[in-house]
């Protein structure tokens, strides 16, 4: 999955690539993205590289 983040002013733009919808580990919900845990970017704040943990998904 792609995951891609970059600063535009005061803020972080965070763009995933959409999956169909998939079982959470716990089958609560369907995840329609996610890092699959942390993932660190080339961003950098106060000179440090960002991690980012992402996961969005749906009610089942």
């Known amino acids: ?3 891609t983040a ?3 002013g005061r803020k972080l733009i ?3 690539d959409l999956e ?3 079982p959470s580990a716990s ?8 890092t699959r845990g942390n993932m660190k970017t080339d ?3 106060e000179g440090k590289p960002l991690t980012i943990g ?3 998904y749906i009610a089942k």
């Open 27 to 34: 089958g609560k919900t369907l995840v329609v993205a996610s």
């Open 54 to 56: 992402l996961n969005a």
């Open 1 to 3: 999955m792609a995951v």
């Open 6 to 8: 970059k600063i535009e």
């Open 14 to 16: 965070i763009t995933a």
């Open 20 to 22: 169909a919808p998939t």
């Open 43 to 45: 961003v950098l704040v």
